[in-house]
């Protein structure tokens, strides 16, 4: 956190000599991507290297940018659900209710325990699927290539079947409602869930047994890519990349949304900010997770799974505008709707976590060098569906 | 956490001379905002950091809203005489008025440290053609420097003070701003001037044209 009185931002932008420069020797400027397979996805950095040391790092993207706020405003509330799915399309459910519960704050609409339990259930799935397919993506960046990522490739490929039993797609599930959601989980559905959870942290301790103290793994990652606290928390930085740092904040607890306080987790918090711990924290975000799946799981009410007062096609929320937002995979995924009485939003916000994450990239890469800049953009866990919209 | 009205009283206490409106929200929601005027927005944010009791030290969600101007219908009731010496008649009168156009850039202000927000600012443009200046507030929160940049590219408010402003989603060369409300897309994105066509008109002025070939005889 700023201490007060500190006058600006921390902006680090190293003032840097010119590119030709006959009397130190030129600069080397690489344009890495939009096609580089380290770069997940279309994006591109503009790296500026002095010998093999980045002294600047633009970020450029937009290559897949639709403009998906617009076509949100072009459409109804509900219209855009199966658009938040692609946004970041790892983690559909999650994006599904960030934007569910922001028309639900818009709207004035409460979904029933069930319902609540059932969202629960389905984000930590999702945290999940992501935290270790980050890893195994990480893991490839770091030149480990395959094995971990087709170890939790393995996993997601079971939690992704559950997906498609309740929602009839495995990736882009459209399955939250306002006040509620689509179908109901069924018994079998909970049985195989709850198999699959239990038998996660055996996959974890594998996992771990293969990376944690792998010592190249070590080498590479601790001590790169440094981040303060007080630069991650000014930066806007949330999720994993800001815990890491060492600043307990999920808004799981803070804002506790949905039913997360009757739940008994705990937020793991780093202490260095590097990559490593990046690393630890996802590991330990996913311990956690499967804690709260377990006691989901176990507690699940019976009733019904939609709000009676909500309305699935010709909503027309009040006058007004909220701001609803969530502790998504990546960090606080958030939605902010404007609405002038019509069937569409007036106005159609997306607040990307990966988007914002990505505003101190350069400042963890100065100093690196280009192989530490591809790990510590794989750290910071981005999907380009997200950035670009 | 202190109300709107509260945040707005302290704030006019601390720089007199200061336009800040506190903007109702009717929504449900109930997240009411500042409405800052653009001399003193800088350092109203800064203190808004800095403040002990507020400590609204991330800057969560930034984002632009277009406002076009929008034709508003009051109906008035005049009383008019009646020109014929009989009482005086209440008619209903029809005015139009404009409501101002102009471009709003909106930010959510939450506090780690204090665990409360949001805290919901707000600064507007004079118009949405020649005036559209707003204060940047990277140099106060470094999570404004990518989503201001992508309120300059889609809504084309230009931020002054911001250290990098810069398309951010379009390509450079792009000419409109495509978030506004009155934004008509092309009906071709891929055409481009290529120097295809020059190269054919001056073909054209190189060479005489070549005699048509002869019909085929049936």
């Known amino acids: ?389 | 956490m202190e109300t709107a009205e509260q945040i707005r009283d302290r704030l006019l206490a601390r720089f007199p001379g200061a336009e800040i409106t506190v903007v109702t929200n009717p929504g449900l929601s109930a997240q009411h905002s500042l409405l800052l005027g653009s001399p003193h927005a800088r350092a109203i944010a800064q203190f808004l950091r800095d403040d002990p009791t507020l400590r609204l030290d991330q800057c969560s969600n930034v984002t632009g809203v277009d406002w076009p101007e929008k034709e508003i219908i009051d109906t008035v009731k005049v009383t008019v005489p009646d020109p014929a010496g009989g009482p005086p008649k209440v008619i209903e009168q029809k005015n139009k008025r404009l409501t101002p156009a102009y471009l709003e850039v909106v930010y959510h202000l939450y506090s780690i440290a204090l665990r409360h927000g949001p805290v919901v600012i707000r600064t507007r443009t004079g118009n949405r053609s020649d005036q559209v200046d707003v204060p940047s507030l990277t140099p106060v929160w470094r999570s404004c420097e990518f989503q201001e940049r992508e309120v300059f590219d889609l809504f084309g408010v230009s931020f002054s003070g911001h250290p990098d402003l810069r398309r951010i989603l379009m390509w450079d060369g792009f000419k409109d701003y495509p978030m506004r409300k009155d934004y008509v897309d092309p009906d071709d994105y891929e055409w481009e001037p290529t120097p295809h066509d020059e190269v054919l008109a001056r073909a054209k002025v190189h060479y005489p044209a070549t005699p048509a070939a002869p019909e085929p005889k049936a």
């Open chain 1, 1 to 389: 956190m700023l201490a007060s009185g500190s006058a600006a931002a921390p902006f680090s932008s190293a003032s840097v000599r010119p590119v030709h420069d006959e009397f130190h020797g030129d600069l080397l400027e690489v344009s890495m991507g939009p096609h580089h397979p380290s770069t997940h996805g279309v994006f591109r950095m503009m790296v500026t290297l002095d010998g093999e040391t980045i002294v600047r790092l633009k970020p450029v993207f937009g290559y897949l940018h639709r403009n998906h706020e617009k076509l949100g405003e072009n459409t109804t509330y509900l219209g855009s659900m199966p658009y938040t799915d692609r946004l970041d399309y790892l983690c559909s459910m999650t994006n599904n209710w960030a934007y569910a519960l922001a028309v639900e704050k818009l709207a004035g609409l409460v979904p029933p325990e069930r319902a609540e339990y059932i969202r629960i259930i389905l984000a930590e799935l999702t945290r999940l699927i992501n935290h270790s397919g980050l890893i195994g993506f990480l893991m490839q960046d770091t030149g480990c290539s395959g094995t971990p990522l087709m170890y939790a490739f393995r996993e997601r490929e079971k939690v992704l079947d559950l997906f498609e039993a309740l929602s009839g797609s495995r990736m882009m599930c459209n399955y939250q409602r306002f006040g509620g959601c689509r179908v109901d989980l069924t018994p079998a559905w909970v049985d195989s869930a709850r198999r699959l959870v239990d038998a996660f942290p055996r996959f974890l301790d594998e996992f771990e047994a293969l990376l944690t103290g792998n010592e190249i793994f070590m080498a590479r990652t601790q001590g790169v890519g440094r981040l303060s606290p007080e630069l991650a928390v000014n930066a806007g930085l949330t999720g994993p990349v800001l815990r890491a740092t060492g600043v307990g904040h999920d808004l799981r607890k803070v804002d506790a949304y949905g039913l997360y306080p009757r739940f008994d987790f705990r937020v793991p918090i780093g202490a260095h900010g590097d990559t490593y711990d990046r690393y630890m924290i996802r590991v330990l975000e996913m311990r956690e997770s499967v804690q709260i799946l377990q006691q989901a799981l176990r507690d699940l009410p019976a009733g019904p799974i939609m709000d009676p007062k909500a309305k699935l096609r010709g909503l027309r929320p009040k006058a007004g505008e909220a701001y609803g937002r969530i502790e998504g995979a990546k960090g606080e995924i958030g939605f902010f709707l404007i609405s002038d009485g019509s069937p569409n939003p007036y106005r159609y916000r997306i607040r990307p976590p990966s988007f914002i994450n990505l505003t101190v990239l350069e400042d963890l890469c100065l100093g690196h060098t280009v192989a530490d800049a591809v790990i510590i953009l794989g750290s910071i866990d981005i999907v380009l569906g997200e950035v670009d919209r």
